[in-house]
């Protein structure tokens, strides 16, 4: 606790010492070098200590008394005066302490810490003062309370004992001989008390009979003061005793918490003790019921392996190898059940050490988790169960995203091959006329020959791309992202032609953008979200176009495509990559293209894949990291 403390000490050096001292451990210090100088201190702010020197410049400090007990300060001295008469009469006056000046200045400020630390201990203590004289009463009440006690005072032991039953009292310092019960009489019926027998008792008495002084040691008196006493003899002697019973009740504390830890650990937890050749000697009522069904005390010791279903030697091998320095040893035991069920319990091992650092004993403390270990069983079989049918449903996936891109291969095909057909058709039609009129010359024949041959080469070509397009990579590769463009657009071309869509690029031709992945994957993206453009397009008036763009920074590069149909609703945007969403009329999509293109993007590419609507329309980019720094080339 922290207190606001005046010193008054005519010697700087002293005083400024006291004062760092002092403000170090967090009291609010003030200083006054002279009597009045303390005096209007005192009188102008409230001080729980006042350090006092009772040499001045100007005046005695013990003049200083009749203000700091009205400012109701505890006052310590410090004084080179020894002086016996003075220094009775200071204690008269209720100082706390008496502390001689001309020592060390380390004891001098550790004697006033311990001060302050006795008084903060004895503010918890209440002392029963129990004498017909009514001087030594208020007296022993003043020195008492000075020093931080609670002090209840009685004429005779009748009173005492009546009030011994109102309050609680730490101890008792009573005088032998007193009317209506005499000292004697109140010791003998406290110590008949149970609730009283453990209150440490003090005698105060004038008399040097033996027999009396050896009936109240008897009766198990803590300490005996003759009359006349001396003051600082009676406060030192009460402080020891006061200290005594602070450390009782300290131990009354600890052990009750032990108590509480001892009943926590019967009651709430699984115990077990067993000895260094590994023999349960000892297990807890919980323990006894899960494990044996039946109460502890029918426990009978029992070697650990034959307790542990399938123990490793391992474990014995650690429990074996515990000293007083290593940490215990964790570990899920599995015990077979009186029922033959199984139970998991979880537990830590320590060993108990003598003296010499033998093993002595070890102590098992666990909990169960029995039904946890069950539910992580019955988890992972779930987890696997889940895995083995996503894998399944995503095989599904790809396999309807497989057929929906073959559908689009078929359209595309057509696209290509419905001007060589009719370029074919035509030809056919031309040899009839040409045979009609006469007209089949040798030329004729060997020029039309092979103008049909070179729409069927262009047709055979169509079919290699497509071929190549569709077919699956095996390893990653290094690819242009440019050339993986060119080979989409040499497919969708024709389509978006017949839809009177322009192609728009940007950054395209300009370098060789290079990415180390799967071509045709990417290639497949592609071709998803043209497609997807197109079918938006299609259903457009007026001017149709679709951006195509290349761009990248240190660590991605970026394809984006975009087109002028409007973007896509806000209230679906954020669901367009799930599965089997779509926002196309029932019968003309799957809602798994963009969901695959996705997949391809993030776990084939460790890329991405994302939408955003511009002025224009929908906007999706395409990420994936770069295999090297940019090449420049030539447009």
């Not at 010492?17 to 967090?26: A, H, P, S």
């Not at 019926?189 to 008897?218: C, H, W, Y």
């Not at 946890?372 to 895995?387: A, C, P, R």
Request: hydrophobic share 40%; with cysteine; aromatic share 8%.
């Amino acid at each position: 606790m922290n207190y606001d403390i005046l010193i008054v000490e005519d010697s700087k050096l002293i005083s400024n010492n006291l004062k760092k001292c002092l403000e170090e451990d967090g009291h609010n210090v003030e200083q006054a070098f002279d009597f009045f100088t303390a005096v209007e201190q005192i009188q102008s702010h409230r001080f729980d200590y006042i350090l006092l020197d009772l040499i001045l410049p100007d005046g005695e400090g013990e003049m200083l008394m009749p203000y700091a007990k009205h400012a109701d300060a505890r006052v310590i001295v410090m004084t080179t005066d020894r002086d016996s008469f003075r220094r009775d009469r200071m204690f008269g006056f209720g100082i706390v302490d008496y502390i001689i000046k001309d020592r060390y200045f380390d004891d001098i400020i550790e004697s006033i810490r311990r001060m302050i630390r006795q008084v903060d201990s004895n503010s918890r203590q209440t002392l029963l003062v129990v004498d017909d004289s009514h001087f030594i009463r208020n007296h022993l009440e003043l020195l008492l309370s000075s020093r931080g006690f609670l002090v209840l005072s009685a004429a005779d032991g009748k009173e005492a004992y009546e009030l011994m039953k109102k309050y609680p009292i730490d101890a008792l310092i009573a005088d032998l001989e007193m009317p209506v019960m005499d000292g004697f009489g109140l010791i003998a019926k406290v110590r008949r008390n149970e609730a009283f027998k453990n209150i440490p008792v003090m005698i105060l008495t004038g008399s040097n009979d033996s027999n009396k002084i050896a009936k109240v040691i008897k009766h198990g008196v803590k300490d005996l003061i003759r009359k006349p006493y001396i003051v600082e003899e009676v406060l030192l002697k009460i402080d020891n005793m006061m200290n005594a019973v602070s450390q009782r009740h300290l131990l009354e504390r600890e052990q009750c918490k032990f108590d509480l830890y001892h009943d926590a650990i019967v009651n709430s937890t699984l115990y077990m003790k067993f000895s260094p050749d590994l023999h349960a000697v000892y297990v807890n009522a919980r323990f006894s019921e899960l494990v044996f069904g039946l109460k502890a005390e029918k426990f009978k010791p029992i070697l650990l392996r034959d307790l542990i279903k399938n123990p490793t030697m391992e474990l014995f091998r650690s429990l074996q190898r515990l000293s007083p320095k290593s940490p215990p040893v964790n570990y899920i035991y599995t015990f077979e059940r009186y029922d033959a069920s199984t139970c998991y319990i979880s537990a830590a091992v320590s060993g108990i050490f003598d003296a010499e650092g033998a093993l002595v004993e070890m102590i098992f403390i666990g909990h169960d988790v029995t039904q946890l270990q069950e539910n992580e069983q019955s988890l992972s079989l779930k987890v696997e169960e889940q895995v083995q049918l996503n894998l399944e449903q995503q095989q599904l996936m790809f396999n309807q995203a497989k057929m929906a891109a073959m559908g689009e291969m078929i359209g595309n095909i057509a696209h290509q091959w419905r001007q060589p057909l009719n370029t074919l058709a035509l030809m056919i039609q031309n040899f009839e006329d040409a045979h009609a009129y006469g007209e089949m010359t040798e030329s004729y024949v060997e020029e039309t020959a092979q103008k049909a041959m070179h729409q069927i080469e262009f047709m055979s070509k169509t079919i290699d791309d497509f071929r190549n397009f569709f077919e699956p990579n095996k390893q990653k590769e290094r690819f242009d992202v440019a050339e993986a463009i060119a080979n989409t657009m040499d497919i969708m071309e024709k389509t978006l032609h017949s839809h009177a869509i322009t192609i728009r690029y940007e950054g395209v031709q300009k370098h060789k953008y290079l990415a180390m992945g799967y071509r045709n994957e990417l290639q497949q993206v592609i071709l998803n979200l043209l497609s997807n453009a197109n079918d938006i397009l299609c259903d457009k008036e007026g001017e149709r176009w679709i951006m195509i763009s290349l761009s990248q920074d240190e660590k991605m590069l970026c394809l984006s495509i975009e087109d002028n149909g409007g973007g896509v609703s806000e209230t679906v945007i954020e669901r367009i990559f799930e599965p089997y969403f779509t926002t196309k009329a029932e019968g003309k999509g799957t809602g798994v293209g963009l969901y695959m293109s996705k997949m391809i993007m993030e776990k084939n590419m460790q890329g991405s894949l994302s939408v955003r609507n511009t002025a224009f329309g929908a906007c999706f980019s395409a990420c994936l990291p770069l295999e090297q720094n940019l090449e420049s080339e030539p447009e």
